[in-house]
Each structure stands twice: as C-alpha cells, then as structure tokens.
C-alpha cells in the first residue's frame, strides 16, 4: 500500500469542499492546517464531509473493473489498459487498478480520522451521527476492496509508515467480518433516510449494504432478515418511472449514491462522457452483443434508458446534462430499493436454485412489474429460479456496477463468463475472479504484500 506516498495526498485531499456543503452551511476548511483541527464540531463535521468528497473518485473508473470485466460491456476500440478488462487479461501495472486501490484507502483514512476525533463533539446524537457515517465510509471502501482483489490490509486507524504491520494483506474472510462489523455498528448509530440529507449514510443503507456482506459469507438467513427490516420502514419505494430513478436525483429509490454537480470543476464527474457524450471519440463502457441479445424485446421501458436513443451502441444510464462533457452532475447510485427487493429474493433462496416462496416471488414481481413485463403467479404454483433472478438483476442493474460481483456471489461467474471469453476469442480462469494487487503496492511494501495468484 502506497502510504508513503499517498499520506501527504490524504492529508490535503482532506481539506477538498464537498457537494454537500451547502446542505451542511460549512465554511470553506482549505486555509486550516491538520495541526488546527478537530477542535470543535464544525471541524469535525468538515471532516466528515470530507469522507463524502472522497467518495467521488471511487466510481470514476469503478466500471472498468466490474461491468467491462463481465459480459456486459466492452471497450469501443480495445483502447489499451482499457481492452484487459473486456479480455480478462488485466495486468498488475494497469493504471485503473491502482487508481481504484488509492481512492479507497483514501476514503478509509478520513474516516479513520473522523473516528479519532469525535471526542470534541459533545452532543450525543450529533456524535453517534458522525460515527456512524465514518463506519459507514471505513466498511463500504474496505467492500469495494475485498471484492475486487480479495485479501487486502484492514486499515483500522490512522497509520503512518512506520505501521509496518498494517501494511500486510488480511483474508477475504476476515475483511468481511470487518466490513460486517462496521456496517453493523453503523446501521446502530445512523438515522433513517427521512432524518438526513440526501447523499449522507442512513440506517437504511447501512442494513441493504451490510446484507449484501452477508450474502458474501453465505449468512442467508441473516440477510434476509436484515433487508426485510428495510423493506418495511417504509423508507424507500419503487418510483413508477425507470428514467425517473437516474435523471430525478434524489428520489426515493435511492438508499446511497454519491453526488456530483453539473460543471464544476471540483465535484463533476467525467465517467459519463467516457461512455455517454464521449463514447462517440475514445468509448469506454459500451453494451456488448451479448447483453443486447440478453435485453427482452417487451422490455422497452428500460431499454428506453438502458440504450442512449441518439447513440443506440452508448449506454442511456448517465447521459450528461452539463455544457461541459467532461464536467458531469450525474450521480452515481450505489445501492437502490430495486437491488434491495432482488436481494432479499436471493437470501429466501439460500443458494439453492429455486424457490417457491410467496415473499420472494413478491419482491421479484414488484421489479419486473415496474418495468411492464410479465410476472409470476403467486397462488403458490410458480416457481422463482436462480437463473431468472440473476437475468432480472442483470438487466434491472445493468451499467451499476454490480454484474461482475452478482455472478461470483451466486457461483456462476466460471461458467458464464467462461463461456463468454470463449465465444469472443479470450479465457476466463479461476485466478480472474479477483483483481491483481497494483504493482506499485506491491513494490513499496517492502515485501509485505503478495501478489494475487495467476499475476
């Protein structure tokens, strides 16, 4: 992990304004130096926030390593490192690995330095408020890590280079029982949606994240347990239009996105041109054959937005409304009702490969019958299998993020994405479920970290 070279980084990213500012009335915090913070609850509600803006770099790349490494997406034109995630052929140096490995230890160093400094704040609600959303912040990068390249440093405090023992990899395993724990002690300290701005962690979203950990570790029950409490607080529901869910923010489908603004050059995004107004110059992100084919021909309502209608060949998910196409405000949803719905579907069926459970069958309707499509019976007689679960969740959450790690969950990602590689001139080998750590980790560490097999 690049600690000596990304700590100065930490510290002066720290200070960077946030999208949420004026929901927060802060001023602006980049005239402070670290050694004058965290003195009062303004400072450490300036920090906290800070976790929020650090958020924003996560998913700028984030596609690369999900959707265009399943069967998804592609590049337009096999674009360098771009081509290594459609080939599944990616390679230690490749620069969006590491990219993706910095911003989430740089979420996980900012939350740390919230959770060190809360004792300044003296009010007990807004203190658990706080905790709560650095919890959230440290569990869901350490997610994203354990996902993507499966054993990796738990960072439990703020650390400097002489931490040598923080620097070596932990397992899956217990990655995951870390993850679990803070989003279990989030999910106890935050608010409900109702009682916080949007774009902030909630209870809500800490539970539907924390049951997807489950899901991870096979705790079925747990996590259905967990998303039915979700899905009665009445928090969330799904809005009537599919488009409505991406292009009016701030709806109540969302549990957590991160937020961007439209032409601003500290909190725009640019993965929307890379695969929207872009695409028609470098292309990053584009639907591939095999997803096409996979889109119902009656499903027309999301195939209105799945596909770009003034460029059929581009995603629709995230076309920009900005005046500058690399300044984009689209926001990027990390997890939604509809995903919570099929979720608790798949923790009824428990891995096994059917079920006939009215509850399960309810949640899956609910989201095919948004989208106008057909829906099964729930009279006791129908039948509600893996595969059509995981096709629903393919094309209800396409482009999101969450194809890659779906078919690994449900132990399907060797057969299918093998059987794509093969049909498209790649392989797809059982070393390819995770991600090679960045070599310039690797090499800084001295030794202590080890490089993935198959790398």
Same mark, same amino acid.
């Given at each position: ?9 930490f510290?002066?990213?720290?200070l960077l ?6 929901d ?10 670290d050694?004058?913070?965290y ?12 976790i ?19 069967d ?8 360098g ?13 490749n ?29 007990t609600?807004?203190r ?11 569990a ?6 354990v ?9 439990d ?11 070596a ?13 803070d ?9 409900a949606?109702s ?14 994240l ?6 991870n ?6 996590? @259905?347990?967990?998303? &039915?409490?979700?899905?009665d #607080?009445?928090?969330? /529901? *799904?809005?009537? =239009?599919?488009?409505? +869910? ?5 709806n ?16 725009s ?14 292309g990053?992100?584009?639907?591939t ?20 209608p003034?460029?059929? @060949?581009?995603v629709? &998910?995230?076309?920009?409304? #900005?005046?500058?196409? /690399? *300044?984009?405000? =689209?926001?990027?949803? +990390? ?5 919570v ?27 095919r ?17 893996e595969?059509?679960?995981?096709h ?9 993020n969450?194809?890659?790690y ?8 060797? /057969? ?7 049909a498209?001139?790649?392989t ?12 310039g ?15």
């Amino acid at each position: 992990m690049k600690f000596r070279n990304l700590l100065p980084l930490f510290c002066g990213l720290l200070l960077l304004p946030s999208c949420n500012e004026e929901d927060l009335n802060l001023n602006p915090l980049s005239e402070i130096g670290d050694n004058g913070f965290y003195t009062n609850i303004g400072e450490v509600q300036g920090a906290v926030v800070a976790i929020y803006d650090g958020f924003q770099q996560v998913p700028l790349r984030e596609f690369a390593l999900t959707e265009m490494r399943s069967d998804n997406t592609k590049t337009k034109s096999s674009e360098g490192d771009w081509a290594q995630f459609e080939s599944f052929d990616v390679e230690p140096t490749n620069t969006a690995i590491g990219q993706y490995w910095a911003a989430n230890y740089n979420v996980i160093f900012r939350a740390n330095r919230v959770l060190e400094n809360l004792d300044v704040v003296e009010d007990t609600n807004l203190r658990n408020q706080f905790e709560g959303e650095a919890l959230f912040g440290r569990a869901l990068a350490h997610f994203n890590l354990v996902r993507a390249y499966g054993g990796v440093p738990i960072v439990d405090r703020v650390i400097i280079q002489a931490d040598e023992e923080y620097f070596a990899q932990d397992s899956r395993e217990d990655v995951l029982a870390f993850v679990r724990n803070d989003f279990e002690r989030a999910a106890g300290l935050l608010p409900a949606k109702s009682a916080m701005p949007y774009g902030r962690a909630t209870r809500g979203a800490a539970n539907a994240l924390l049951a997807k950990v489950l899901l991870n570790q096979g705790e079925y029950a747990g996590a @259905a347990n967990v998303l &039915k409490a979700v899905i009665d #607080s009445d928090q969330y /529901r *799904l809005l009537d =239009n599919y488009g409505d +869910v991406f292009y009016s923010e701030g709806n109540d489908e969302v549990l957590f996105s991160i937020n961007y603004l439209d032409d601003d050059s500290n909190e725009s995004q640019d993965f929307s041109f890379e695969f929207t107004a872009g695409g028609r110059v470098s292309g990053l992100n584009f639907p591939t054959d095999d997803f096409r084919a996979a889109v119902d021909t009656a499903d027309t309502e999301r195939a209105a937005i799945l596909f770009n209608p003034d460029a059929p @060949a581009e995603v629709g &998910k995230f076309i920009t409304q #900005s005046a500058d196409a /690399r *300044l984009d405000g =689209n926001d990027w949803i +990390v997890i939604r009702y509809a995903d919570v719905l099929l979720l608790y579907a798949e923790a009824i069926m428990a891995g096994s490969e059917s079920t006939q459970s009215l509850e399960a069958i309810r949640a899956y309707n609910q989201v095919r019958a948004r989208a106008g499509l057909s829906t099964l019976e729930v009279d006791g007689s129908a039948t509600l299998t893996e595969e059509e679960l995981l096709h629903e969740r393919r094309i209800e959450l396409a482009f999101e993020n969450h194809r890659f790690y779906d078919l690994v969950r449900f132990g399907e990602a060797e /057969r299918i994405l093998g059987a794509f590689a093969a049909a498209n001139g790649y392989t797809f080998t059982p070393t390819d479920l995770i991600l090679p750590i960045p070599q310039g980790e690797v090499n800084v560490s001295q030794g202590l970290l080890s490089q993935n097999p198959g790398y």
